[in-house]
């Protein structure tokens, strides 16, 4: 077998390219730095072995006399030009990739087509001695009938190259283009490719992006707008409207504080006065769970500021109830209470006032009273290896206290005012039989402290630390 291979180099420079084809697609793509390597080693080897066998690719192939020897050897130097335009190809590409990224695939992929038409015309000008000027110019015809015919795809690529050019959007941008929104996933020569929020996959031709409106959501980064309307009656005073929503608006941990988010009134009538709460969140999947959160809590902090939403059928106020008395039908735990027993309740409540950044309940501490929020925004702290970090906001008709009431116990976590809070006090010795009784309620307020416990826990704990690849093949990435 050795012996084969030595007295037939041209099947070993066969055998070389057959190599490279192979060890290409066996090495995985996380192998790059090593298939880089390879197929350079790879074109070293072949060019050695055509030239010390005297097969110059500036020159015609030898041999005319041994009509297949003299075809085999200019096929492996035709070989020659587009392995070697190829391996050129892939090293710009590395390079262009560790530069610019994937926004320069385009470019990278014009480039690596005019290379390959060079190392062609190389090919058609050495190796089979053609005269290149002719070729050139029946090749210049030929493209202008070419291009007259594909004058829409040609449209696409040089549209393509402005779009790389100006860069109005980059990979894994949110952009819409003329009304067409989602995740850019790649630009190519020919189209852009969105992921819509819906999931699906929309092509949009370049020429089309580069002569459309383009709304970039992701510029500037890591800051994404957006905007709840809401209609109330006209008949509620602005002001009270206003605060309320300024309430809700902060009890959304999402709203990035920095631009400030705001609420405005945006027109007024008889049918009704529309307001907008805007603002900004740091992630484009984040803006559908803050709408949905800011219209919950507009909607409970309006309703305990006595408004309600817009509708069709006016509802009519129950002036016999007492604030105390609304809030249990309004609260998820007590409202399964019969009437007589909310009745009961509220006659039991005492309200209790407090200043924004006053503690409300301090971690650690066993409470004997629970609290229901009113009004008003508390927000939650933990400590993580001793540095306290905002974990939560709650609202109207949650409840604080618990676990002092459940089971002599406390949470690991700080209440504190966020803004001015107003909150109803029910004591544990009037509280505890009625959870005996009623094992409803009981298990709800149960299920909540479980669900507070384990998420105070998932917040605390230490994440594991990613560990850093060290290696040659890491060493060698870093420097291609």
């Known amino acids: 077998m050795l012996s084969l291979l030595t007295d037939h180099?041209?099947?070993?420079?066969?055998?070389?390219?057959?190599?490279?084809?192979g060890l290409w697609r066996l090495i995985s793509s996380h192998g790059s730095a090593w298939k880089l390597l390879v197929r350079v080693l790879i074109f070293a080897l072949f060019s050695i072995l055509l030239f010390n066998e005297g097969l110059n690719p500036m020159e015609a192939a030898p041999w005319a006399d041994n009509v297949p020897l003299h075809l085999a050897a200019t096929g492996l130097q035709i070989g020659w030009w587009l392995f070697g335009?190829?391996?050129?190809?892939?090293?710009?590409?590395?390079?262009?990739?560790?530069r610019v990224g994937h926004t320069g695939r385009l470019l990278q992929d014009l480039l690596g087509a005019v290379i390959f038409l060079i190392a062609i015309i190389a090919a058609l000008a050495y190796v089979l001695d053609l005269p290149v000027k002719g070729v050139l110019a029946t090749s210049g015809a030929l493209a202008i009938i070419v291009g007259l015919a594909l004058q829409s795809t040609l449209s696409d690529v040089f549209s393509g190259i402005v779009l790389n050019t100006t860069k109005p959007y980059q990979l894994d941008d949110w952009i819409s283009i003329d009304g067409t929104?989602?995740?850019?996933?790649?630009?190519?020569?020919?189209?852009?490719?969105?992921?819509?929020?819906?999931?699906s996959m929309a092509v949009i031709p370049n020429s089309l992006a580069a002569k459309a409106k383009i709304i970039n959501f992701s510029r500037p980064s890591?800051?994404?707008?957006?905007?709840?309307?809401?209609?109330?009656?006209?008949?509620?005073?602005?002001?009270?409207?206003i605060e309320a929503l300024e309430r809700a608006m902060q009890g959304c941990r999402l709203l990035l504080d920095n631009p400030a988010p705001s609420?405005?009134?945006?027109?007024?009538?008889?049918?009704?006065?529309?307001?907008?709460?805007?603002?900004?969140?740091?992630?484009?999947n984040e803006k559908r769970a803050a709408r949905n959160q800011l219209f919950d809590l507009a909607y409970r902090h309006l309703q305990a500021s006595g408004i309600n939403l817009l509708s069709s059928v006016e509802p009519i106020p129950a002036t016999n109830l007492s604030r105390p008395r609304a809030l249990l039908d309004s609260s998820p735990i007590f409202s399964t209470l019969r009437q007589e027993e909310k009745e009961t309740f509220s006659q039991n409540m005492t309200l209790q006032t407090f200043r924004a950044g006053e503690i409300i309940l301090a971690g650690g501490a066993v409470s004997d009273h629970l609290f229901i929020i009113e009004s008003g925004v508390v927000s939650v702290t933990l400590n993580r290896h001793g540095t306290p970090f905002e974990s939560g906001r709650m609202g109207?008709?949650?409840?604080?206290?618990?676990?002092?009431?459940?089971?002599?116990?406390?949470?690991?976590?700080?209440?504190?005012?966020?803004?001015?809070?107003?909150?109803?006090?029910?004591?544990?010795s009037y509280l505890k039989p009625c959870l005996d009784a009623r094992h409803d309620i009981n298990d709800a307020m149960q299920a909540l402290l479980d669900f507070r416990l384990h998420k105070a826990q998932s917040l605390t704990e230490e994440a594991p630390v990613a560990v850093p690849k060290k290696g040659f093949l890491?060493?060698?990435?870093n420097r291609v």
């Open 222 to 241: 890591n800051m994404f707008g957006l905007a709840v309307s809401l209609q109330v009656s006209p008949h509620a005073r602005p002001t009270t409207v």
């Open 85 to 98: 335009a190829r391996t050129l190809t892939v090293l710009i590409g590395a390079v262009m990739m560790q």
């Open 263 to 284: 609420v405005s009134l945006k027109s007024a009538g008889s049918s009704g006065m529309e307001y907008e709460i805007s603002g900004f969140v740091a992630a484009m």
């Open 9 to 21: 180099p041209l099947f070993c420079a066969l055998i070389l390219i057959l190599i490279d084809l």
């Open 474 to 477: 890491q060493w060698l990435r």
């Open 396 to 428: 109207p008709g949650e409840v604080i206290g618990e676990a002092g009431i459940l089971s002599d116990s406390s949470l690991p976590a700080d209440f504190s005012a966020k803004t001015f809070c107003a909150l109803y006090r029910i004591e544990k």
């Open 181 to 199: 929104e989602g995740r850019v996933t790649d630009i190519d020569w020919r189209a852009t490719r969105l992921q819509t929020s819906q999931g």
